[in-house]
């Protein structure tokens, strides 16, 4: 079962949960004879985030929880039947809406665990069962899929920044909505981080949760020292002296003093806590304070809109920070705030119920999407990845040729095995994924970052297989002729 609890913050039932169009799209599947047609649909991204050449996946385990308690219930059937066309009669009629009221979830399925590396145009889900079931699924799958995949890329990047120090998700009160920071937090622990400011995220998925304390508390009392007293006499175990309130040094100075206290009281100051100003300068100036003092164990933590670009530059000005502590940008994502995930429909089947490949063209190369029913599959050469290529399932395993995506040519990989990488989830509407605890989520997720960091030195190979691109030519050239 998934261990996401979405129902434990909203309702039961998530039909709704769409746009407009998928419902009117699924009438008129259901009124042309149409809606248990079986279909195949693929939801990919075509541009990496971040000017990065891949994506850490993630969301598969909401878009299951989602999955499970997807139906539309009374209360739903009844709002629709009142919405109106434009000649202000019933949008819908009432044996579709029965029709949505009875239906039970009967897709089939397979996507990348979370925590894989994926490439442009690859699917990260292949959906397919009833038409109108897989058309109706379509919004939330892209945005379960799409934001926690865009966090999670965001997060690993600003844990590679890092190398090594601790990573801390910071960023609730500048996310979109409580159900944004929550799944930021999820998303980003997915991504490296070590642990949350957010309570909820912690207690609903398990992830370590880590604070200090506001300038409010400091402005609270008379001076700073006095401050740093009564919150070393309040939480002895959990002192990070928030030190930036007024002259940042003279704060790390109350901060030493307030640490000798508590350890001749049997405890020992965790650190400080940088919020603004030169952290460079600041971070150094603090260390060889704190080091003096006899407290060269006590951590020096930052804030203060950091990411990997950040965190890099200040690594290269030799600041001292030992934990670093990612807000806006990281759970928003702020220079790139949306992935561009898409779902498009590659194959149905005919009434004979033989497959069709379907292709979606486009004056625009890049959106031009690939025909039938993709599986991907990842060379291994002596344990490590050599190239990706994707193929329709009906041709089984590939061949050693791949068309690549950005050299627009072929390419012959080095010998090995092929790994599929999409995964059974669901077959027939029934669960049948094994979902890791979120902490080997993050472990998978971590070790995928460390096998293609050695691959950085070179683009990694990515394409079709020889089949599919000779399909796909071939549609095209019928399409347009």
């Given at each position: ?95 579709f ?19 894989s ?25 892209l ?10 890329t965001?997060s ?84 990070i ?15 030493i ?42 951590a ?33 994502a ?17 009434e ?15 959106k ?12 291994m ?26 050299t ?44 293609f ?24 050239e019928?399409?347009?002729?």
């Amino acid at each position: 079962m998934p261990n996401t609890h979405l129902k434990q913050l909203y309702r039961s039932e998530f039909g709704l949960m769409t746009d407009l169009y998928e419902l009117t799209m699924a009438y008129g599947y259901w009124k042309n004879g149409m809606a248990d047609r079986p279909a195949a649909f693929h939801l990919f991204y075509r541009k990496p985030p971040f000017g990065h050449d891949h994506l850490i996946v993630s969301g598969l385990e909401l878009a299951a929880d989602f999955l499970q308690s997807y139906r539309f219930s009374a209360e739903d059937v009844q709002y629709l039947g009142r919405l109106t066309g434009s000649n202000g009669k019933a949008l819908f009629s009432e044996s579709f809406l029965n029709y949505l009221q009875r239906m039970e979830f009967r897709c089939s399925v397979y996507a990348m665990p979370e925590g894989s590396v994926a490439f442009p145009h690859q699917p990260l889900l292949r959906v397919e069962g009833p038409l109108l079931q897989c058309q109706l699924i379509e919004t939330v799958l892209l945005t379960l899929v799409n934001f926690s995949s865009l966090i999670t890329t965001k997060s690993a990047r600003i844990v590679q920044a890092a190398q090594g120090d601790s990573v801390l998700e910071f960023g609730m009160r500048r996310s979109q909505g409580i159900d944004g920071a929550i799944t930021a937090a999820r998303a980003a622990y997915v991504g490296g981080c070590h642990a949350t400011s957010n309570v909820k995220a912690g207690q609903l998925y398990k992830i370590p949760v880590k604070g200090t304390h506001a300038h409010s508390w400091v402005m609270c009392f008379g001076d700073e020292l006095e401050a740093f007293q009564r919150y070393a006499d309040a939480l002895p175990n959990n002192c990070i002296f928030l030190v930036d309130t007024y002259d940042t040094i003279e704060g790390v100075r109350n901060a030493i003093r307030a640490g000798q206290q508590l350890r001749e009281a049997g405890h020992e100051m965790v650190g400080i806590r940088l919020d603004s100003g030169d952290l460079a300068s600041l971070s150094i100036q603090a260390r060889q304070l704190l080091d003096e003092a006899g407290f060269e164990n006590a951590a020096i933590v930052a804030s203060n809109e950091l990411d990997e670009h950040s965190i890099r530059k200040l690594k290269e000005q030799g600041a001292t920070i030992s934990i670093w502590g990612a807000g806006t940008r990281l759970a928003t994502a702020s220079d790139q705030p949306a992935l561009g995930g898409v779902y498009k429909l590659s194959a149905i089947q005919n009434e004979d119920g033989e497959w069709e490949d379907r292709i979606k063209l486009s004056e625009e190369a890049i959106k031009v999407s690939n025909p039938g029913r993709q599986q991907v599959f990842r060379r291994m050469s002596a344990g490590h990845p050599s190239g990706d290529v994707i193929q329709d399932v009906r041709d089984g395993v590939p061949g050693s040729r791949l068309w690549e995506y950005r050299t627009q040519d072929f390419r012959v990989l080095p010998e090995g095995d092929w790994e599929e990488l999409l995964k059974p989830v669901f077959e027939g509407g029934k669960l049948v994924y094994d979902f890791p605890a979120l902490q080997a989520v993050r472990q998978y997720s971590l070790a995928q970052q460390r096998l293609f960091a050695e691959k950085a030195a070179h683009p990694y190979p990515h394409g079709l297989s020889q089949s599919l691109y000779d399909r796909k030519m071939a549609m095209m050239e019928e399409v347009e002729a």
